[in-house]
């Protein structure tokens, strides 16, 4: 759509206005992009600079909570075995084990009893060891295999770290090797016998080292974190009880036992495509926002010139004079209201400026009406009464003469007093009078020469119809209708005068089948000296408007060329309408 408007001011000279440069929706597009598109960069660099460290502070915080609960977890572990370490030491006949054969079958109640104890897929089994902590048994749990339960009863102890602590020893660990899992041992020392000034060795659980470390899974989760468990060898272990590879040094770290603590490693967590596309995503989105908006107000502005462009045209006709205008209204919006209105506006305005026009036309034509009428009515009279005195001689050719001269007298005085009518008419005197005795009267006046045109007079409608107006002048504009319509149909016809009535007004009708009018006879039908008849003067229908404006009431015509003309006379109706 063009974004200029070509107008022609009132002398003619062409002038652009640009739609675009002065429109309003180009300022409301612009505002809406800085509302739209600001936010969202102000975001996208609060998001750059600043979430980066606030998911790395959060995933700290989150670290620490689950470091928290891991190192409840482990401690808790540990408890559980010491636990159970206590309640096999206070075994009756427990230190027999060490000092007999602990196959012995008095043995096996404490046996059962231990193996109630033990019944865990965490505990490998349970071993006896002397003072100086050589194997002397070993008890297999529900998770045992291969030495020293089954075959040689074998198990060093060489070369592992050993930590004390309260009343316990904490052994280990072994690392995994081949076919062997990870293991260490929870010991205590077994109770005095009664003649005994030391105990005779000590009760250890043989625990699998990955149910310890299987303890971090949890902590394993969070990105950026890898947490190990360290033992009193320095060693560090991962969530799979395996030797950790990646030695670098620990972020934080909390004992949980003796010499051992859970440690966390901080490092750059592996690279996350979804984090990648993150930003480009985000960009995308802000990009398609800016294309949706401007879009739509571009719509918007194309929608708006399209509906403001006629506006714009039609005001413009109207400062030129041209009040026939009219926009057609589309939609049912504010514009729509707006062009109604418009088209109103012209309408009213045409309607004002031809009623000035006719009450100057009427006001000129009566002044000079009245001048005529006063300088030809004295002499008609004078030659009318000499014409009157001339003696008569007998001749019949001067007697037909001085009778065309004394007609064509009373012609022209009566064009005089028609003059006279439209430029000075009489104040009605208003009566109540029904319209079928005006009817009746007016069918009674004109029936011969209804008759001896071949005219056929009606009467319809609501004959006792109460009117308030001027009797006589009512009549003689009736009778300038219906000699009017006789004249329209010199082939003979139908001449009907038709009443109807309302709670408001009341219409009478003159209906006839005469010849009709075209539509230019009829826009000037009523306007003072125009006629269609040679002679006729053009002051009938004028005359006959303005008497029933003058009684309140209002003459259309309507018409069709051979079809007939109908003139309609509305007057209000009076407070009884029927007398």
């Known amino acids: ?36 598109v600001l936010p969202l960069l102000v975001v996208t660099w609060l998001y750059d600079r600043f979430t980066g460290e606030l998911l790395e502070d959060l995933g700290e915080q989150q670290v620490q909570y689950s470091m928290n609960a891991t190192r409840a977890a482990l401690s808790g572990f540990l408890k559980a075995r010491q636990f159970e370490l206590e309640t096999i030491v206070d075994l009756p006949n ?6 007999e054969d602990p196959m012995s079958s008095d043995l096996e109640p404490t046996h059962a009893l231990i193996s109630f104890e033990t019944d865990s897929f965490d505990i490998y089994g349970v071993l006896f060891f002397d003072a ?30 050993r930590r004390k602590f309260a009343n316990f020893w904490l052994i280990g660990p072994q690392e995994p090797r081949q076919g062997l899992s990870g293991w260490f041992l929870l ?70 036992a003796p010499g051992w603590s859970i440690e966390v490693v901080k490092h750059d967590p592996a690279v996350d495509v979804t984090e990648e596309l993150r930003r480009p995503v985000f960009l995308l989105g802000v990009g398609v926002s800016v294309v949706l908006v401007t879009g739509f107000f571009m719509t918007l502005i194309m929608r ?55 009450v100057e036309k009427k006001a000129v034509i009566g002044e000079f009406s ?46 005089v007093e028609n003059l006279l009518s ?18 009746r009267r007016l069918v009674a006046l004109i029936e011969p020469l209804a008759v001896r045109e071949n005219v056929l007079l009606s009467l319809s409608g609501d004959q006792n119809a109460m009117l308030c107006v001027d009797e006589n002048q009512i009549q003689q504009v009736l009778m300038n209708l219906a000699l009017n319509s006789i004249q329209a149909m010199p082939d003979g016809g139908e001449l009907n005068f038709d009443v109807k009535s309302d709670q408001d007004s009341t219409v009478i009708a003159v209906s006839d089948t005469g010849v009709g009018m075209a539509s230019e006879a009829l826009e000037r039908a009523t306007e003072p000296f125009y006629t269609t008849r040679c002679q006729g003067t053009g002051l009938g229908l004028s005359i006959s408007k303005r008497l029933a404006q003058l009684n309140g009431g209002d003459l259309q015509i309507s018409s069709e060329p051979g079809a007939g003309t109908r003139v309609s006379l509305t007057f209000n109706a009076p407070g009884d309408k029927h007398g």
Request: glycine share 6%.
């Open 1 to 36: 759509m063009k974004s200029d408007l070509t107008l022609r001011d009132l002398t003619g000279n062409q002038k652009k206005i640009s739609l675009w440069r002065n429109s309003l929706v180009r300022r409301y597009l612009v505002l809406a992009l800085l509302v739209t």
């Open 422 to 439: 439209f430029a000075r008419p009489i104040d009605p005197e208003r009566v109540r009078v029904t319209a079928g005795d005006l009817l």
């Open 187 to 256: 010991a205590a020392p077994l109770p005095k016998g009664a003649d005994d000034t030391s105990s005779p060795g000590f009760v250890a659980l043989h625990i699998r080292f990955a149910s310890l470390t299987e303890l971090l899974k949890n902590q394993s989760r969070i990105d950026g974190f890898t947490p190990l468990v360290s033992t009193s060898d320095d060693h560090r272990f991962t969530v799979n009880g395996q030797i950790a590879l990646d030695e670098t040094p620990s972020w934080l770290s909390e004992e949980f």
């Open 94 to 99: 427990i230190e027999r084990f060490v000092l």
């Open 304 to 358: 708006t010139k399209r509906r403001f462009v006629p506006l714009i045209e039609g005001a413009e006709a109207v400062s030129r004079g041209d009040w026939n205008i009219h926009i057609p209204p589309e939609g049912n919006d504010e514009i729509t209201l707006l062009a109604k209105a418009f088209n109103r506006m012209g309408g009213r305005l045409q309607a004002l400026i031809d009623s000035r026009l006719d």
């Open 132 to 161: 100086q902590w050589e194997l002397k048994a070993a008890l297999p749990g529900v998770a045992s295999s291969g030495s020293p339960y089954w075959g040689e009863m074998e198990l060093s102890l060489a070369g592992l770290p």
């Open 370 to 415: 009245a001048s005529i009428a006063h300088e030809v009515r004295n002499p008609l009279a004078t030659i009318k009464v000499c014409v009157q005195s001339f003696p008569q001689d007998g001749d019949p050719r001067n007697t037909e003469l001085m009778t065309l001269v004394l007609e064509e007298i009373d012609r022209v005085n009566g064009v």
